[in-house]
């Protein structure tokens, strides 16, 4: 069991930057792997990317690779999003999500959720 909260997002300008931080507590943080999504309007909540455990296998989704890296700091119970050259269509609500185990994209595996923050891109 562990309980999430995302920070760090908020509004920037086409090919900008943001970081967005998701703070874990609860049990056995470190046993988790995480993973980020988002939900645009009108649209279904869609995977963006995930790190094991261990922190040595990020994926990425096809939309945001090159331009977005999650990493984790287990000591700090935290997961971050560091978004890159950042466009519109990358206008959400990002949600951090937590289970135990192996990597996975689809988002029904993940147990665990944050209650997500917004990010907006302007042109």
């Known amino acids: 069991q562990v309980q999430l909260v995302e920070s760090g997002g908020g509004l920037v300008q086409a090919g900008g930057s943001l970081r967005l931080s998701c703070a874990a507590s609860g049990r056995t943080f470190s046993s988790y792997a995480m993973g980020w999504f988002r939900q645009a309007p009108g649209k279904e909540r869609e995977f963006v990317a995930a790190?094991?455990?261990?922190?040595?296998?990020?994926y990425y989704a096809d939309s945001v690779k090159g331009r977005f890296t999650i990493s984790r700091d287990n000591a700090k119970n935290t997961v971050y999003l560091q978004m890159n050259s950042l466009k519109p269509e990358d206008t959400a609500v990002y949600y951090c999500?937590?289970?135990?185990?192996?990597?996975?994209?689809?988002?029904?595996?993940?147990?665990?959720w944050g209650q997500g923050t917004q990010v907006t891109v302007s042109s």
């Open positions: 790190i094991s455990w261990s922190g040595t296998k990020p």
């Open positions: 999500a937590a289970k135990s185990g192996s990597v996975y994209y689809t988002s029904s595996l993940y147990p665990h």
